[in-house]
């Protein structure tokens, strides 16, 4: 007789932040879901300033798989995971959460998502380029290691520019490039091939005061940010030299899919999904 409880049902996740109205979250990991043939339950929750360990306890308690995490509470997770990769612990921070038996698996996907985005997709190879980060905030802690693998030179400027020297005080090595940090003045006349957007200006409508003459030739200019439209860095980039602008809509693409490979063992095609949320 056939076992009547040889059936598997199926496991929530979710991606936790604060505000999470517009995440496209949700619509990335269903597609995913759908061309890999697993059934899947995947949510945008919003969670108070200070009830993140509670939310995620509730999660997990109710049949959670796992989660990820955004704005702002990638440090916390981060804390509270019992186990983390070595990116995770790299970053210092944790954008993807796996419930296992006992301990909280704690990964960390953006800087393979940035660099799949990048090289992949855009087809940009990094060897040898020098890379401005603009921004020392979460968003930069998880994307420093993999640049580091390949860039000829990194600067990162920020507005507290405190906040840039921490950042590469911790991420520079004997063995790689040094790590620069500055404010946004100290850019003047220097040049770069690669301009990346990590601040929190886009959401202002702003963009960073940096040099105009800021872009190499052939140089990219890319926005971690994404919205429905170019942003306002993207804009501006294009404006004063860039040769290609490009927001992080490919990046939180490329991010989801491997936080779903880490949970379901399967990794999905991105092209098509990243396609997708572009049409019209
Ligand atoms: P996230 O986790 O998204 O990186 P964060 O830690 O609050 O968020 O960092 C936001 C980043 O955007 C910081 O580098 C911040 O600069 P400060 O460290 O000086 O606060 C930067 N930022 C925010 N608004 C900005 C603006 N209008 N112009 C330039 N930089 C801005």
Request: hydrophobic share 40%.
């Given at each position: 007789?056939?076992?009547?409880?040889?059936?598997?049902i199926p496991k929530?996740?979710?991606v936790?932040?604060?505000?999470?109205?517009?995440?496209?979250?949700?619509?990335?990991?269903?597609?995913?879901?759908?061309?890999?043939?697993?059934?899947?339950?995947?949510?945008?929750v919003q969670?108070d300033?200070?009830?993140?360990?509670?939310?995620?306890?509730?999660?997990?308690a109710?049949?959670?798989?796992?989660?990820?995490?955004t704005?702002p509470?990638?440090?916390?997770a981060?804390?509270?995971?019992?186990?983390?990769s070595d990116?995770?612990?790299?970053?210092?921070?944790?954008n993807?959460?796996?419930f296992g038996?006992?301990?909280?698996?704690?990964?960390?996907t953006?800087g393979?998502?940035?660099?799949?985005?990048?090289?992949?997709?855009?087809?940009?190879?990094?060897?040898?380029?020098?890379?401005?980060?603009?921004?020392?905030g979460?968003?930069?802690r998880?994307?420093?290691?993999?640049?580091y693998?390949?860039?000829?030179?990194?600067?990162?400027a920020?507005?507290?520019?405190s906040r840039a020297q921490?950042l590469a005080?911790?991420?520079s090595?004997p063995?790689?490039?040094?790590?620069e940090?500055?404010?946004?003045?100290?850019?003047s006349?220097?040049?770069f091939?690669v301009?990346?957007n990590?601040?929190?200006a886009?959401?202002?409508?702003?963009?960073?005061?940096i040099?105009v003459?800021i872009?190499a030739?052939r140089?990219?200019a890319?926005d971690l940010?994404?919205?429905?439209k170019?942003?306002?860095?993207?804009?501006?980039?294009?404006t004063?030299?860039a040769?290609?602008a490009e927001?992080?809509?490919?990046?939180?693409v490329?991010q989801?899919?491997?936080?779903?490979?880490?949970?379901?063992?399967?990794?999905p095609q991105t092209?098509?999904?990243?396609?997708?949320?572009r049409a019209?």
């Amino acid at each position: 007789m056939p076992d009547p409880f040889d059936f598997e049902i199926p496991k929530c996740y979710a991606v936790m932040g604060n505000p999470i109205g517009h995440s496209k979250s949700p619509a990335i990991h269903s597609q995913f879901a759908q061309q890999c043939g697993i059934e899947l339950d995947y949510t945008a929750v919003q969670v108070d300033p200070g009830g993140f360990a509670q939310a995620v306890e509730h999660f997990r308690a109710a049949g959670g798989g796992g989660l990820n995490v955004t704005v702002p509470f990638k440090v916390e997770a981060f804390k509270l995971a019992g186990r983390l990769s070595d990116r995770a612990d790299q970053a210092g921070a944790v954008n993807t959460l796996k419930f296992g038996e006992e301990e909280l698996y704690g990964d960390n996907t953006d800087g393979v998502g940035l660099l799949r985005d990048l090289q992949s997709n855009l087809g940009v190879d990094l060897k040898g380029k020098s890379i401005l980060i603009l921004g020392a905030g979460g968003a930069v802690r998880g994307i420093l290691a993999p640049l580091y693998e390949s860039a000829k030179r990194i600067v990162i400027a920020n507005r507290t520019v405190s906040r840039a020297q921490d950042l590469a005080r911790h991420f520079s090595h004997p063995s790689g490039v040094i790590i620069e940090a500055c404010g946004f003045d100290a850019l003047s006349g220097q040049q770069f091939d690669v301009v990346l957007n990590a601040t929190a200006a886009s959401l202002e409508g702003q963009v960073p005061p940096i040099p105009v003459d800021i872009f190499a030739q052939r140089a990219l200019a890319y926005d971690l940010m994404y919205a429905d439209k170019p942003t306002p860095f993207m804009v501006w980039s294009q404006t004063h030299g860039a040769s290609q602008a490009e927001d992080g809509l490919g990046m939180l693409v490329e991010q989801a899919a491997e936080s779903f490979h880490l949970w379901h063992g399967q990794r999905p095609q991105t092209g098509p999904v990243i396609q997708a949320l572009r049409a019209p």
